[in-house]
């Protein structure tokens, strides 16, 4: 059994987080002033459900526990073994949501429950209940017999009709805080038995996106051995240490070029590149934030992690993973806007316009503004291996204008990208089958065999090709022959 259910809360107190919810809803009971509607709304693993479940059986317990369920009464045991038949819980986002409210609610909440003190119905993913079962709803709410409570749950309490609403006790869940979730992995790791690192928990917490069904899982995949070592996840995700974060950090605000070497280097040794550029964000938002309460405002740290997050975003549509961070360093470096000027340009180049070609070019990239910088002026910064090259990087013939970087096209490249969708192995395989070349900026694919062709040719395949032309080489339209 995974640590997550099997640490799922049965009793208010081991619900993480929440406070105020869970004493306004023991004060309800204890004070015998429950009523019958409760609304839990707020986002998804917060606990809604699994509030809504304790309230129900503390409602039905049949011992004075503190007012949270005792967990050994006949009541909380048969809801423990799931044998409670007065405990309803409908999912209305199941299709079968529209038959239970009518079968469940409509034709048996006027019977008295079986065994328990009252009949309460659970509805979780209330928002998508049908017209028809809020109007049966509705019904219900505004005269309840008085042995039916419901607690209705949902992520969209906008969706909920405003009938319903003013029925109902309204309780807002908040995303769980650091604390809470450290505290959880904390008791977790003692009723484990397992040795957890101060460290590598706060390592989980802040990978966890705040989330802590994420935050138990990452904990879970890092025990070896009763143990979670920092050292242990720091060798396997190929970390770097959180002083060499600092230093590459204040070496870019520093602006000093030669960083790109050693994140090179940094690259060439294995290290999860991904995550150093989240470990960079990470500290940079920390220090800010700490620089900000401390009246320092450092506007060159908030410029660094504007493009460093946005370089994050762009990574998913970038066939290099790392690219648009070093482009990120390099904008940020030069100080002026090189990713405006790279930016792909689409329009598509007739034959009367075709562009010059200079023979031989001297590029150099300096602090100033500079003209028609391509992706490979950008290469040649950090591709290169001698440092004083940057200054003067002489790039042979090539066409000036980026609609006709076809000199550097290679269908291979095409290949891992369509490996990361789905079902899309016949199509590279049909491409590799095929003859293709590119003329009058176009890739042409021609296909071997008539069903090769119908296999390429497809509305779907083309839309996802010239993406994928795009994103690789900036432009390129897919052109299927036969
Ligand atoms: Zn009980």
């Known amino acids: ?107 048996k909440a006027v019977f008295q429950p079986n065994i328990a003190k009252y009949k309460i119905y659970i509805i979780d993913e209330t928002h998508m209940l049908s017209k028809w079962a809020f109007n049966a709803l509705l019904k219900i709410l505004e005269e309840p017999p008085s042995h039916v409570k419901f607690i209705l749950a949902t992520t969209e309490v906008n969706k909920i009709p405003e009938t319903i609403l003013s029925r109902c006790q309204r309780y807002d869940f908040s995303k769980i805080t650091k604390n809470d979730i450290k505290k959880r992995l904390e008791f977790i790791a003692s009723e484990e038995e397992i040795e957890a690192d101060p460290k590598a928990i706060d390592y989980i917490i802040k990978n966890s996106d705040g989330w802590l069904r994420n935050a138990i899982s990452l904990f879970e995949q890092f025990i070896i051995w009763w143990k979670i070592s920092f ?22 605000l520093a602006k000093d070029r030669r960083i790109l070497h050693e994140i090179k280097e940094i690259q060439d040794s294995w290290v999860n590149m991904k995550l150093l550029f989240k470990d960079i964000l990470f500290f940079l938002r ?8 401390n009246w320092q405002e450092k506007s060159s740290n908030l410029k660094l992690l504007n493009l460093l997050s946005e370089a994050f975003i762009k990574t998913k549509n970038s066939f290099d993973e790392i690219l648009p961070f070093f482009i990120a360093i390099i904008t940020f ?36 503004k500079q003209e028609n910088v391509d992706m490979d002026d950008i290469f040649s910064v950090f591709w290169d291996e001698d440092p004083t090259v940057w200054e003067t990087t002489i790039i042979e013939e090539k066409p000036k204008t980026q609609n006709t970087n076809s000199w550097n096209f290679n269908i291979e490249l095409l290949f891992p990208e369509l490996k990361k969708e789905a079902g899309k192995a016949f199509l590279s395989l049909a491409i590799k089958w095929s003859e293709t070349y ?27 090709l010239n993406q994928k032309l795009i994103n690789l080489w900036f432009d390129y339209q897919v052109k299927v022959d036969l």
């Open 1 to 107: 059994m995974s640590l997550y259910l099997k640490y799922r809360p049965k009793d208010f107190s081991s619900l993480v987080g929440q406070e105020f919810i869970k004493e306004t809803l023991k004060k309800t009971i204890s004070e015998d002033k429950s009523v019958w509607a409760y609304i839990f709304c707020g986002p998804r693993w917060t606990g809604k459900t699994s509030s809504a479940r304790i309230f129900s059986m503390a409602l039905n317990c049949l011992n004075n526990n503190d007012w949270d369920p005792c967990l050994e009464c006949d009541n909380c045991k048969s809801f423990l073994n799931g044998k409670m038949t007065d405990v309803i819980e409908i999912d209305a986002a199941s299709h079968t949501g529209v038959d239970n409210i009518r079968e469940e609610i409509i034709e």
């Open 286 to 293: 920390d220090k800010l934030i700490e620089d900000f309460i």
């Open 231 to 252: 050292d242990f996840i720091k060798a396997n995700l190929w970390l770097v240490s959180s002083e060499k974060i600092e230093e590459i950090v204040d070496k870019i």
């Open 438 to 464: 590119i003329k009058d900026n176009k890739l042409h694919i021609k296909a071997k065999t008539k069903f090769n062709f119908d296999k390429i040719n497809t509305v779907d395949n083309i839309t996802l």
């Open 333 to 368: 470096i030069s100080g002026d806007s090189l990713v405006e000027e790279i930016t792909p340009k689409k329009e598509i180049q007739s034959e009367s316009k075709k562009p010059e070609v200079k023979k031989i070019e001297k590029v150099e990239i300096k602090e100033e």
